[in-house]
Each structure stands twice: as C-alpha cells, then as structure tokens.
C-alpha cells in the first residue's frame, strides 16, 4: 500500500517503510519474536525508514524489516534513553521526505522521482541509477538482497546496478505492502495475502485467521510482538492468528506512525504523540516541536542519528 493512499511505513516500511521506511523507516526482526525480538515497515518504513546493520541482515542475529532498525537494542538497558527535543536540520538545497530513505546495508540513499541521492558524510550527494526509482519506500529487503517493486516494475540490486526480477505467483505489487514476522515474508494488499518462498523466488497464498484483509504498512513490533493497527482495527498476532488487541492509555491510529529509535517505541502522528511504556501507550511531549507537520513515517537514520524529514519540516532528534 502506498503510504500516501494509506511505508516507511511502508516495514518500509519495507519499510514502510518499507520498508521505509522502507523504512524509513528502516525498519520499519533478526532472531526475532522468540528472542524478545527486535516494518515496517517501511516500512521499511521503510524503511526501511531506518538504517539497517549489513552483518545482522547476513546472519539473522538482530531484527529487520523496512520500518524498523533494532540492531542498537539493548535488551539489558534497564533505563533506555529516550529522545526529548527536536533540532531545526539544514540539508543545503536539498528538501528530503524521510519516508523516501532506504538502506542497502552498507549506504543511506534517498529516492523520489528525480530526488536521487547518497548520504556521504553528512552530505547528500547526487546518485545515479540505471532505473528511476520513483518512491523509496518501495525498496525493500528480504533479509539478503534488496528489492525495488512499484506495479509491474520488478528489480533486485546487484553490486550498483537494478537488474529485473521475475518473481512467480504474483508479479505485480508495491514494496511498502511488504512485512516479516522474523521468519517468512509477506505481502498483504486488502485480500491478496502472500507468503514468499525464497528459494524459488514463488509469491504462495497466504490464510491468515481473524483478520483476513488487511495491509502490511500498517503493521509494526514493540521487539516481542507484531501488531496491525489501522484506526479502529487493532491485532496482535499470535501463530497465523490476528487477535483483537486493547491498549491500555493512548489510542494509536496507523501502524505506519509507529518508530523506534532502538530503545524505544513511538507512535508520531500530527498532534498524536506517544511513547509506548511497559505495553502502555503515554502522551510524549517534544521539545521545540512547533505545528503538527511530524510523522512517524519521515523519521529516518543514518545509523547514528535519527532525523524527520518533511517538506520544511527538517529536525533531527536529540
């Protein structure tokens, strides 16, 4: 699902995002649910709306998807730090969405029509594909290669080139619909739900029970369970079953609003702001935020820092 018709997300997720997250988020799963776990999406976010570790996509040993980015987790952190401002950030001429930020594994790239660039030291500079990938939130990684899927345009990365991807059972779908539970790989667009054999490159039916149609930008992890939440829809998942989830406190909107810094899991939407606190959602109040032009969805990482990245709306989080 594009984030925009609703990654980053979307995990990117990939994310998102996503991704892109994805992404974006980053991510936007590695040993995974049943290690405490750790896209999104993008997601992704994706992003992935964040940044992904390459060794950790190579063994498995710390979550991924396209929102989210867990391999700073520190599960014997008693007292995580948590983010508490925001910082005006100036990218020179350079007007980035943070929904548009993916990852290779090794490099941080934003792609959005003619908006192609590479994170180089803090500068953005301009980067040249042999394909025009139109939204980033699109790319997505299945754990070992990274794809990029808008409709019927079909590619994986090799070295610095896309080459076409065919894949088999379905062969026409965006890359922000793209989610993991830490072990498969799903595609979830309304009612066409898909499972990936990655061997044979086959997109199989999927049979999910208690939730059947639904999206996989809206989907998201607090690093021990996977959750979908759209509006009034809110799941957890439990084997192949998607269960009625009440929250305690806060009441989040979309599963593509949800980030983590790492540490910590949020929820960014206009004037909804909430950190997730011990399975319960809490007001968070941001210092310097002005407006509501701050979305989950546009935060990103360059593995170091974390930043927003909307329109004018360009902060970097402290």
């Known amino acids: 699902m594009d984030k925009q018709t609703l990654s980053n997300y979307g995990w990117l997720v990939i994310v ?6 994805m ?4 991510t936007p799963f590695g040993n995974y649910v049943g290690d405490a776990v750790v896209s999104v999406a993008n997601g992704f976010v994706g992003a992935s709306d964040a940044a992904i570790d390459e060794d950790n996509i190579a063994t498995n040993e710390d979550k991924w998807d396209s929102k989210f980015d867990y391999s700073g987790f520190d599960k014997t952190q008693n007292t995580p730090k948590e983010f508490s401002k925001i910082i005006n950030k100036s990218w020179g001429n350079i ?61 994986v990365l090799q070295g610095d080139t896309w080459v076409t991807k065919t894949w088999t059972g379905l062969t026409s779908f965006n890359g922000d619909n793209i989610w993991t539970d ?20 086959t997109w199989e039916a999927k049979t ?24 009034s829809d809110q799941y957890i998942l439990n084997g192949d079953t998607w269960e009625t989830k009440v929250w305690t406190g806060a009441t989040i909107s ?3 609003m949800v980030w983590t810094d790492g540490a910590n899991v949020y929820h960014t939407f206009q004037n909804q702001q909430q950190v997730l606190k011990n399975g319960v959602w809490v007001e968070k109040e ?17 593995g170091t820092n ?13």
């Open 286 to 302: 941001w210092e310097n935020l002005s407006g509501t032009n701050f979305y989950g969805y546009h935060i990103w990482t360059d």
């Open 306 to 318: 974390y930043y927003h990245s909307n329109s004018d709306a360009q902060y970097q989080l402290s």
């Open 182 to 201: 830490g072990t498969n790989i799903y595609y979830s667009y309304n009612s066409d739900q898909y499972v990936l054999n990655k061997e044979t490159s």
């Open 16 to 21: 998102t995002l996503i991704l892109a997250v």
């Open 254 to 256: 979309m599963g593509y």
């Open 23 to 26: 992404l974006a988020l980053a």
């Open 208 to 231: 999910w029970g208690g939730l059947t149609n639904f999206y996989g930008m809206y989907i998201w992890t607090d690093n021990i369970s996977i959750y979908y939440s759209c509006n």
């Open 95 to 155: 007007t980035l969405s943070g929904r548009n930020v993916w990852t290779d594994g090794t490099n941080t790239y934003h792609s959005s029509q003619s908006q192609q660039y590479i994170l180089h030291n803090g500068n953005w500079i301009a980067k040249n594909w042999n394909i025009t990938i139109e939204n980033g939130d699109k790319v997505w990684t299945d754990g070992t290669n990274t794809y990029y899927s808008s409709g019927s345009s079909q590619y």
